[in-house]
């Protein structure tokens, strides 16, 4: 069974910082691109930062050289850290495995997701 749980987020003022977790389990995670998504109220889901098996990322235009994405396969766990954070990036906060030829969820099965709040 496919799982996904995500922790880490949290009540943040413009500028700060948080570090997201989310364990995997049900996957072959080590083989798998990973990523981050997030959907902030009255859109849809968006994708926020990729990182590949052999660790090469991606990410949204919106937060590259703010957030970092990683990985350790050996706790089959991927994190987000998100630094200089802005209200525009308050949302709930997903992962998922990533398609490898394009950002697209792998898995039609979430997280209940980390709500994220940036706000003074």
């Known amino acids: 069974q496919v799982q996904f749980v995500e922790s880490g987020g949290g009540l943040v003022q413009p500028g700060g910082s948080l570090r997201l977790s989310c364990a995997a389990s049900g996957i072959s995670f080590s083989f798998l691109p990973m990523g981050w998504y997030r959907q902030a109220p009255g859109n849809q889901r968006e994708f926020v930062a990729r990182i590949t098996s052999n660790g090469l990322t991606n990410y949204a235009d919106s937060v590259k050289g703010r957030f970092t994405i990683s990985r350790d396969n050996a706790k089959n766990t991927v994190y987000l850290q998100m630094n200089s954070l802005k209200p525009d990036d308050t949302a709930v906060y997903y992962c998922?495995?990533?398609?490898?030829?394009?950002?697209?969820?792998?898995?039609?099965?979430w997280g209940q997701g980390t709500q994220v709040t940036v706000s003074s």
């Open positions: 998922n495995a990533v398609r490898a030829t394009n950002n697209l969820p792998l898995y039609g099965s």
